[in-house]
């Protein structure tokens, strides 16, 4: 799965006017996490969520990754098969089949956008979104995507040697704008190509590897990486 494929200004440039840290209607400065993994995994052969990567399951190494990284609360989307992780809130897809916009839209609908939280504890102002098939990003990826956001960012994307990837940070004043957009299997990407003057890049190379697991093959490679620690300090594969 990808989110996101933009080219935009790096972390540590020259700053312009954004949006603060702490979001005017709901008056909180929190940083949601919302994990996608609904889909089939249909060249995998098998739900992704599902699938064991250093004795974790991949719902479970998501879910984990956005909490460490400090978003809270986590919800994780779902859709082919039912999750059940005691640290997040589970939001059913109904229409995951669609692809991977209607997860996000999901996952937005429930913290808030167009009306309100389906539940009191998850009033948040941004959201880092993250998918279940990157079991090498690092949670560190997820802080500095925070703390862009704190320092001003209203769009933040996490890069991999410079390359955009994920995990990617939305702030709540553009999530409608994000909901007009997201159809199929696009994701987040058709409001970031819209509005590249929002996205501050952050550079997360030194973290992790927003690898996917898309096939038998790439289940394998991450798999022999992987005596993977569940922090951030491992080494990312090469050659990607």
């Not at 040697?161 to 994701?187: F, M």
């Amino acid at each position: 799965m990808k989110l996101c494929f933009i080219a935009m200004r790096e972390e540590g440039g020259p700053k312009r006017p954004e949006a603060s840290g702490t979001n005017r209607a709901s008056g909180t400065n929190r940083a949601a996490g919302v994990l996608l993994a609904a889909g089939e995994g249909s060249r995998l052969g098998r739900p992704k969520a599902l699938v064991e990567v250093g004795g974790q399951t991949l719902a479970e190494r998501g879910v984990a990754l956005l909490r460490d990284g400090g978003a809270d609360p986590v919800l994780i989307v779902t859709g082919a098969v039912p999750v059940t992780i005691a640290s997040a809130h589970a939001v059913h897809n109904p229409d995951w089949r669609t692809g991977m916009g209607s997860s996000l839209a999901a996952g937005l609908r429930a913290l808030g956008a167009g009306g309100t939280p389906v539940a009191g504890d998850l009033d948040c102002s941004a959201v880092v979104v993250a998918l279940a098939d990157q079991p090498l990003v690092g949670a560190e990826a997820v802080r500095r995507l925070i703390a862009a956001w704190r320092d001003g960012a209203s769009v933040a994307v996490a890069a991999y040697d410079g390359k955009p990837r994920n995990p990617v940070l939305i702030a709540r004043e553009h999530w409608d704008s994000v909901l007009e957009l997201a159809t199929g299997d696009t994701g987040a990407r058709p409001f970031l190509r819209a509005h590249p003057e929002l996205v501050r890049l952050v550079e997360c190379g030194d973290t992790g590897s927003a690898y996917d697991v898309d096939t038998p093959e790439d289940l394998a490679r991450v798999t022999g990486v992987s005596t993977i620690r569940s922090d951030e300090s491992f080494l990312a594969p090469t050659g990607r």
